[in-house]
């Protein structure tokens, strides 16, 4: 029998590799970021509001809290456990950011497992819910390609510092975005005239100098040809792309594996043999998506997990690895990302 207590989004195997979990206490409190006259696609202005779930490092001492959030089906609420505390006095000191941005539909806590993970090796994190792109709130597909980069850079530049951004799906188009890579011009002619704006506002970003590191996982963009090898070569920010062998929505072969070759600057692909699009990013199902929800032709089960890898164990993996390469780009030690000896994944580098 299970009830909503099992939802443990901070659940390490005994296999897992050593890097999931560092040395701090973490906590956690609920933020709301405003920016002021944002441009809009039809090019007006309006004030945005970005609800950010915000992790950071702590020495108080407790058992971690609870994170009150909906399911998928974008109805039932759900409550969710981790190891943070909510509202704990932050430490003292100079902590790096990390900014995590969840895809299309998501929300703020459908990767908070990385974001207590990453806030104990002491980093800040702030996960963003994105308006329009999220389970109760999904606009149209255009309102994502044109916000998702300016609420991530908005952001970087509210909270501060050097800074790392981790980008799920959409996510990591944005990342990608963020971090330079230029527009195709196949894109810019095959596209509906919405897009054909919002490429052209996406098409010569120059990355922000506090910049140091992006995370893509399973990015979305390179199968549809949004970049090309002469734009993804522009790109020098280090990159860590996190990919599925399986993903059919974000394409293997023809999408993330052609965004590591062309790509430019250091960078890593992990690959999770057989793994789907969900490889890396969702949290653990919660029990309550197991069951059918009348509001989703699918059961709510199958946008947090895989077909073949323990969800747990790709967390954890994900995290591991994640450290090892933030720990080089945004600290400044150790040597990079790590895979030795885990089975069913590979890592390659150019660097």
Same mark, same amino acid.
């Given at each position: 029998?299970?009830?909503?207590?099992?939802?443990?989004?901070?659940?390490?195997?005994?296999?897992?590799?050593? =890097?999931?979990?560092?040395?701090?206490?973490?906590?956690?409190?609920?933020?709301?970021?405003?920016?002021?006259?944002?441009?809009?696609?039809?090019?007006?202005?309006?004030?945005?509001? =970005?609800?950010?779930?915000?992790?950071?490092?702590?020495?108080?001492?407790?058992?971690?809290?609870?994170?009150?959030?909906?399911?998928?089906? @974008?109805?039932?609420?759900?409550?969710?456990?981790?190891?943070?505390?909510?509202?704990?006095?932050?430490?003292?000191?100079?902590?790096?950011?990390?900014?995590?941005?969840?895809?299309?539909?998501?929300?703020?806590?459908?990767?908070?497992?990385?974001?207590?993970?990453?806030?104990?090796?002491?980093?800040?994190?702030?996960?963003? %819910?994105?308006?329009?792109?999220?389970?109760?709130?999904?606009?149209?597909?255009?309102?994502?390609?044109?916000?998702?980069?300016?609420?991530?850079?908005?952001?970087?530049?509210? =909270?501060?510092?050097?800074?790392?951004?981790?980008?799920?799906?959409?996510?990591?188009?944005?990342?990608?975005?963020?971090?330079?890579?230029?527009?195709?011009?196949?894109?810019?002619?095959?596209?509906?005239?919405?897009?054909?704006?919002?490429?052209?506002?996406?098409?010569?970003?120059?990355?922000?100098?506090?910049?140091?590191?992006?995370?893509?996982?399973?990015?979305?963009?390179?199968?549809?040809?949004?970049?090309?090898?002469?734009?993804?070569?522009?790109?020098?920010?280090?990159?860590?792309?996190?990919?599925?062998?399986?993903?059919?929505?974000?394409?293997?072969?023809?999408?993330?594996?052609?965004?590591?070759?062309?790509?430019?600057?250091?960078?890593?692909? =992990?690959?999770?043999?057989?793994?789907?699009?969900? *490889?890396?990013?969702?949290?653990?199902?919660?029990?309550?998506?197991?069951?059918?929800?009348?509001?989703? %032709?699918?059961?709510?089960? %199958?946008?947090?997990?895989? *077909?073949?890898?323990?969800?747990?164990?790709?967390?954890?993996? *994900?995290?591991?690895?994640?450290?090892?390469?933030? *720990?080089?780009?945004?600290?400044?030690?150790?040597? @990079?990302?790590?895979?030795?000896?885990?089975?069913?994944?590979?890592?390659?580098?150019?660097?």
């Amino acid at each position: 029998m299970t009830s909503s207590c099992d939802n443990r989004i901070d659940l390490i195997r005994p296999d897992a590799p050593p =890097l999931v979990r560092g040395a701090h206490r973490v906590g956690v409190q609920t933020r709301v970021l405003v920016e002021a006259g944002r441009v809009q696609l039809d090019g007006s202005r309006a004030d945005r509001a =970005l609800t950010v779930e915000f992790w950071y490092p702590t020495q108080a001492l407790g058992a971690g809290g609870r994170y009150d959030t909906l399911l998928r089906d @974008g109805h039932r609420r759900i409550v969710l456990h981790g190891a943070a505390q909510r509202d704990a006095v932050a430490c003292d000191g100079v902590f790096p950011l990390v900014i995590v941005s969840h895809g299309y539909p998501g929300n703020r806590h459908l990767m908070a497992h990385l974001g207590e993970a990453l806030a104990s090796h002491g980093y800040r994190v702030a996960s963003i %819910e994105h308006p329009a792109s999220t389970y109760d709130d999904k606009g149209p597909f255009a309102q994502t390609l044109w916000h998702r980069p300016l609420d991530q850079q908005f952001v970087a530049r509210a =909270l501060g510092g050097d800074h790392a951004i981790i980008g799920y799906s959409m996510g990591g188009y944005g990342a990608l975005i963020s971090a330079g890579a230029a527009i195709s011009a196949a894109a810019l002619a095959q596209v509906s005239p919405d897009e054909a704006v919002i490429y052209a506002r996406h098409q010569d970003v120059a990355p922000d100098p506090a910049l140091k590191a992006i995370v893509p996982i399973g990015p979305w963009g390179r199968q549809k040809a949004v970049w090309d090898g002469a734009g993804l070569g522009q790109m020098r920010v280090p990159m860590l792309i996190m990919a599925g062998r399986g993903d059919d929505i974000s394409g293997y072969a023809d999408g993330m594996r052609l965004i590591f070759d062309e790509a430019a600057g250091p960078r890593w692909l =992990l690959s999770f043999d057989h793994a789907g699009h969900n *490889a890396a990013a969702p949290m653990p199902a919660p029990v309550e998506a197991w069951e059918v929800s009348p509001h989703l %032709e699918f059961v709510p089960f %199958e946008h947090y997990a895989d *077909a073949v890898w323990d969800t747990v164990r790709m967390n954890n993996i *994900a995290a591991h690895v994640a450290a090892g390469f933030l *720990a080089r780009f945004l600290k400044g030690e150790g040597a @990079g990302p790590d895979a030795t000896d885990i089975a069913g994944v590979t890592l390659e580098a150019r660097v």
